[in-house]
T-cell receptor
Framework: KAGVTQTPRYLIKTRGQQVTLSCSPI?????VSWYQQTPGQGLQFLFEYFSETQRNKGNFPGRFSGRQFSNSRSEMNVSTLELGDSALYLC????????????FGQGTRLTVV | QKEVEQNSGPLSVPEGAIASLNCTYS??????FFWYRQYSGKSPELIMSIYSNGDKEDGRFTAQLNKASQYVSLLIRDSQPSDSATYLC????????????FGSGTRLSIRP
């Protein structure tokens, strides 16, 4: 069974640009969560999608957005990039149910210069 | 108060000893509790899940949960150098079951 796939693995962007990251969850999983990880802030929750609907959102500015498609694949977009957006962006996939576990992809390392 | 708190470490433990990692959480209605291991430059890997009070053992790992004290711990027996990593405690709250909140992690170093 394939795991969570994130693309691309590495990105270098310039301040002011926008970026789109992709996540394909484990087959059969309908929930996709996104996290930002930086050395100073640790793992910060961005948002979670289930069946194409955003169910939860963290405390990030509106420049961070996401969506989920009918096949459960998800994308997140960051517009007007800032230097502080440099981070490892992680996607986690989980099944249904309140007690379900989450499994992470390998992440996308974004560097903003 | 942070939602999930861990001591950042580093925690240094001799090879073969027991490593004890601790975590407290603020949402009393939390129902699911997880431990992830993260090696430097890699993504977090789920190593234990626990949902009921008490102990849960899996190989050299034992997770302990005390909901009354809002406390979760992870014991690693017979610690190996390959256990050196950052351990993240994560909690799935009752009020928002689809949102897993992570602690900042404890760096564990196993010395030969």
């Amino acid at each position: 069974k394939a795991g969570v796939t994130q693309t691309p693995r590495y990105l270098i962007k310039t301040r002011g640009q926008q970026v789109t990251l992709s996540c394909s969850p484990i087959s059969g999983h309908r929930s996709v969560s996104w996290y930002q990880q930086t050395p100073g802030q640790g793992l910060q929750f961005l948002f979670e999608y289930f069946s194409e609907t955003q169910r939860n959102k963290g405390n990030f500015p509106g420049r961070f957005s996401g969506r989920q498609f009918s096949n459960s694949r998800s994308e997140m977009n960051v517009s007007t990039l800032e230097l502080g957006d440099s981070a490892l962006y992680l996607c986690a996939s989980s099944g249904q149910g309140r007690l379900t576990e989450a499994f992470f992809g390998q992440g996308t390392r974004l560097t903003v210069v | 108060q942070k939602e999930v708190e861990q001591n950042s470490g580093p925690l240094s433990v001799p090879e073969g000893a027991i490593a004890s990692l601790n975590c407290t959480y603020s949402d009393r209605g939390s129902q699911s509790f997880f431990w992830y291991r993260q090696y430097s430059g890699k993504s977090p890997e789920l190593i234990m899940s626990i949902y009921s009070n008490g102990d849960k053992e899996d190989g050299r790992f034992t997770a302990q949960l005390n909901k009354a004290s809002q406390y979760v711990s992870l014991l690693i027996r017979d610690s190996q150098p390959s256990d050196s990593a950052t351990y993240l405690c994560a909690v799935n709250g009752y009020s928002s079951a689809s949102k897993i909140i992570f602690g900042s992690g404890t760096r564990l170093s196993i010395r030969p």
